[in-house]
C-alpha cells in the first residue's frame, strides 16, 4: 500500500519562503513521477510540480515558474517543494501526489494536504 505524506506547511509573509516535505512510503521514487498540486480556496485543484522518476527532469506551472523549485531525495524517499517569493495568491491546500498532469484525475496515491497560507 502506498502512502504519501505532506509537511511543511503554514503562515508566511508575502516574499517570504517555505520547504514543503512529501515523504512516500510503499513505493520508490525510481519508479513513480512525482507532482505538486494545489487547491486555492473557491478553485479547481491545479498542478504546480512534476518530477521525473527516471532523468529527474522537472516542470512547473508558469505562475511559479522562477519561484518554485521541485526536488527529490531518492536515498529517503522524499519529494520537496522549495518555494521563494510566496504571493498571496499562493495561499491553498498543498498536495503530492504519485502521479503529474491533469489535477482532477485520481489515478495515484495522495496526501492528505498541507497548507499554505500567504499573507501579511
Known amino acids: 500500500q502506498v502512502q504519501v505524506v505532506e509537511s511543511g506547511g503554514g503562515l508566511v509573509q508575502p516574499g517570504g519562503s517555505l520547504r514543503l516535505s512529501c515523504v512516500v512510503s510503499?513505493?520508490?521514487?525510481?519508479?513513480?513521477?512525482m507532482g505538486w498540486f494545489r487547491r486555492a480556496p473557491g478553485k479547481q485543484r491545479e498542478e504546480v510540480s512534476c518530477?521525473?522518476?527516471?532523468?529527474?527532469?522537472?516542470w512547473h506551472a508558469d505562475s511559479v515558474k522562477g519561484r518554485f523549485t521541485i526536488s527529490k531525495d531518492n536515498g529517503k524517499n522524499t519529494v520537496y517543494l522549495q518555494m521563494n517569493s510566496l504571493k498571496p495568491e499562493d495561499t491553498a491546500v498543498y498536495y503530492c501526489?504519485?502521479?503529474?498532469?491533469?489535477?482532477?484525475?485520481?489515478?495515484?496515491?495522495w496526501g492528505q494536504g498541507t497548507q499554505v497560507t500567504v499573507s501579511s
Open positions: 510503499g513505493l520508490t521514487l525510481d519508479r513513480t513521477v
Open positions: 501526489a504519485t502521479q503529474c498532469g491533469d489535477a482532477e484525475l485520481n489515478i495515484g496515491s
Open positions: 518530477i521525473s522518476h527516471s532523468d529527474g527532469s522537472t
